[in-house]
């Protein structure tokens, strides 16, 4: 996602809704987790579309705080925590298994918009980036960590090729607080004139806030938490907004449908491997032209969908 606010004044404008409903094929009745709440775009529709209840997880304490009057449905139950851990939050509360889980990974506009978060380098704030609202913050990372460790983060996370000249500025430029200031040494370090197509700072407050908040851990922890927690016949939707994270879900689900190349160097036979676990993996969609016209923001997003079969999980729950 990028640091644009919505410009029609919605709170976040969902991407690929129509598309997420209709991939969850929701029959009346229906329970479904919406695993990242955000503004409840989903969830609302999803209720609209005839669900009985949806489970709506936010890790964000201010998600789950604004939640009712966003959604104000007595069909709605919230849970603060990790969409990693909701088959645990699922049994505590005797809902499994479900018929749905849908996943829309990233932040959203609420986090961006709000500068004291610290997710966007327009609106200047303190260093924060942390979704759950504990652990390390952005200014104790780029404080603290050297040299090395910030130069992988950039590369990894924000596929950065200059991440090295990056952390050697910020490393230079030790201490930082301020967003707006962390956006100036990156720029000055790559340089930056009026009219580039992107700002060079947004790979590196990508790649920091992934870091921080553990994004591509959980997103991998969650498609296997999804797995142990829908019913046979039940349906996965998860949109992503780049590669790094589109790319865990491509191979989870082409692992789980048994599609990963047969007697590959990595991987034995598939024919030896536990029985798939996902089938009806479709391919990716993107946003059409009238979403992309509406919310240019959409542009990176990608949906992809597959039903559960009824072969068991194939590993067993992980402490977190
Ligand atoms: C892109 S927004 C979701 C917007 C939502 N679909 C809507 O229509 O309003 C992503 C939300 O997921 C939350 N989130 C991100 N990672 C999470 C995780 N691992 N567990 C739970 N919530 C998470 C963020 O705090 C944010 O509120």
């Given at each position: 996602?990028?640091?644009?606010?919505?410009?029609?004044?919605?709170?976040?404008?969902?991407?690929?809704?129509?598309?997420?409903?209709?991939?969850?094929?929701?029959?009346?009745?229906?329970?479904?987790?919406?695993?990242?709440?955000?503004?409840?775009?989903?969830?609302?529709?999803?209720?609209?579309?005839?669900?009985?209840?949806?489970?709506?997880?936010?890790?964000?304490?201010?998600?789950?705080?604004?939640?009712?009057?966003?959604?104000?449905?007595?069909?709605?139950?919230?849970?603060?925590?990790?969409?990693?851990?909701?088959?645990?939050?699922?049994?505590?509360?005797?809902?499994?298994?479900?018929?749905?889980?849908?996943l829309d990974i990233?932040?959203?506009?609420?986090?961006?918009?709000?500068?004291?978060?610290?997710?966007?380098?327009?609106?200047?704030?303190?260093?924060?980036?942390?979704?759950?609202?504990?652990?390390?913050?952005?200014?104790?990372?780029?404080?603290?960590?050297?040299?090395?460790?910030?130069?992988?983060?950039?590369?990894?996370?924000?596929?950065?090729?200059?991440?090295?000249?990056?952390?050697?500025?910020?490393?230079?430029?030790?201490?930082?607080?301020?967003?707006?200031?962390?956006?100036?040494?990156?720029?000055?370090?790559?340089?930056?004139?009026?009219?580039?197509?992107?700002?060079?700072?947004?790979?590196?407050?990508?790649?920091?806030?992934?870091?921080?908040?553990?994004?591509?851990?959980?997103?991998?922890?969650?498609?296997?938490a999804a797995e142990?927690?829908?019913?046979?016949?039940?349906?996965?939707?998860?949109?992503?907004?780049?590669?790094?994270?589109?790319?865990?879900?491509?191979?989870?689900?082409?692992?789980?449908?048994?599609?990963?190349?047969?007697?590959?160097?990595?991987?034995?036979?598939?024919?030896?491997?536990?029985?798939?676990?996902?089938?009806?993996?479709?391919?990716?969609?993107?946003?059409?032209?009238?979403?992309?016209?509406?919310?240019?923001?959409?542009?990176?997003?990608?949906?992809?969908?597959?039903?559960?079969?009824?072969?068991?999980?194939?590993?067993?729950?992980?402490?977190?």
């Open positions: 996602m990028t640091q644009q606010s919505p410009s029609n004044g919605e709170v976040h404008v969902p991407v690929l809704l129509e598309e997420v409903v209709a991939g969850l094929a929701i029959t009346q009745g229906d329970t479904i987790v919406d695993g990242t709440f955000g503004a409840g775009g989903y969830a609302r529709a999803l209720l609209g579309a005839g669900a009985g209840r949806v489970i709506g997880f936010d890790r964000d304490p201010d998600a789950i705080a604004n939640g009712p009057s966003l959604v104000p449905d007595s069909r709605l139950t919230l849970i603060e925590e990790r969409f990693s851990q909701m088959e645990q939050a699922l049994r505590e509360r005797d809902l499994l298994p479900v018929d749905g889980v849908t990233g932040v959203s506009s609420m986090q961006l918009d709000q500068a004291e978060r610290g997710f966007a380098f327009s609106n200047d704030g303190p260093l924060d980036m942390r979704m759950s609202q504990s652990g390390q913050t952005a200014a104790e990372f780029v404080n603290e960590a050297d040299e090395a460790e910030i130069a992988r983060v950039i590369r990894e996370y924000g596929e950065e090729p200059r991440a090295r000249k990056v952390a050697q500025a910020i490393v230079a430029a030790r201490p930082l607080s301020r967003t707006a200031e962390l956006a100036a040494v990156v720029r000055k370090a790559l340089g930056h004139h009026a009219g580039m197509k992107s700002d060079p700072a947004t790979r590196t407050f990508q790649a920091i806030r992934i870091h921080l908040n553990a994004e591509l851990d959980e997103l991998e922890a969650g498609l296997r142990r927690s829908l019913r046979a016949g039940g349906r996965l939707a998860v949109v992503t907004f780049h590669s790094l994270e589109d790319r865990i879900v491509k191979r989870f689900l082409r692992e789980r449908s048994g599609a990963t190349p047969a007697g590959s160097r990595h991987r034995p036979m598939a024919a030896s491997g536990p029985a798939p676990s996902f089938t009806s993996v479709a391919k990716p969609l993107s946003p059409s032209d009238r979403e992309l016209a509406r919310n240019p923001r959409a542009r990176s997003a990608r949906l992809r969908t597959a039903v559960r079969t009824d072969a068991p999980a194939w590993d067993q729950e992980r402490a977190a």
